[in-house]
T-cell receptor, first 111, second 115 residues
Framework: KNEVEQSPQNLTAQEGEFITINCSYSVGISALHWLQQHPGGGIVSLFMLSSGKKKHGRLIATINIQEKHSSLHITASHPRDSAVYICAVRPIYNQGGKLIFGQGTELSVKP | SQTIHQWPATLVQPVGSPLSLECTVEGTSNPNLYWYRQAAGRGLQLLFYSVGIGQISSEVPQNLSASRPQDRQFILSSKKLLLSDSGFYLC??????????????FGPGTRLTVL
């Protein structure tokens, strides 16, 4: 079993829908990252969380440390949100800032 | 502000040929540096990380090697490429130290095809 599991693996939504992507992990962590990878391959860091909730525009990320779970929400989704969303955690035992990555969730938003 | 560069952007190489991918970071000192690979249809895999000049940690056994000849330069190399080395190679950096604030920032990537 992977240390970081994301669900769903693939998601198709209509423009305007509310989207939720989930991430569960099995190790103690000091931080959790949500990343966005566009079709060309470039990766952008969306959020880094260690507790609670963060919001940036239409994106909201939450984390529950006790339940070892995080969610990424997209409100009023748009076709330009189509990308792969990757959850990554930094284990407490980590050295040098290493991350463990989930397999990613491929989101397609249709107009 | 900090920027991270990778080159080349794309590369097609024959099996058995050597490889050298370069990553440089500007606007910061003593960053942690990372090389990741993303094979087709798979998640990101950490290959190497470095916390300082000449300090390289390898995460997976393979025919690749990494070097950090300067503070903000990270090089990924191979003497003989294999077909299985094809993939998307990403370099990333994070601020020095191990604090929670060590967000990672990714370069644009190099798409390597080994034929």
């Amino acid at each position: 079993k992977n240390e970081v599991e994301q669900s769903p693996q693939n998601l198709t939504a209509q423009e305007g829908e509310f989207i939720t992507i989930n991430c569960s992990y099995s190790v103690g962590i000091s931080a959790l990252h949500w990343l966005q990878q566009h079709p060309g391959g470039g990766i952008v860091s969306l959020f880094m969380l260690s507790s609670g909730k963060k919001k940036h525009g239409r994106l909201i990320a939450t984390i529950n440390i006790q339940e070892k779970h995080s969610s990424l929400h997209i409100t009023a989704s748009h076709p330009r949100d189509s990308a792969v969303y990757i959850c990554a955690v930094r284990p407490i035992y980590n050295q040098g800032g290493k991350l463990i990555f989930g397999q990613g969730t491929e989101l397609s938003v249709k107009p | 502000s900090q920027t991270i560069h990778q080159w080349p952007a794309t590369l097609v190489q024959p099996v058995g040929s050597p490889l050298s991918l370069e990553c440089t970071v500007e606007g910061t000192s003593n960053p942690n540096l990372y090389w990741y690979r993303q094979a087709a249809g798979r998640g990101l895999q950490l290959l190497f990380y470095s916390v300082g000049i000449g300090q390289i940690s390898s995460e997976v056994p393979q025919n690749l090697s990494a070097s950090r000849p300067q503070d903000r330069q990270f090089i990924l190399s191979s003497k003989k490429l294999l077909l299985s080395d094809s993939g998307f190679y990403l370099c990333a950096w994070s601020p020095p130290g191990r604090g929670v604030g060590n967000e990672q920032f990714f370069g644009p990537g190099t798409r390597l095809t080994v034929l």
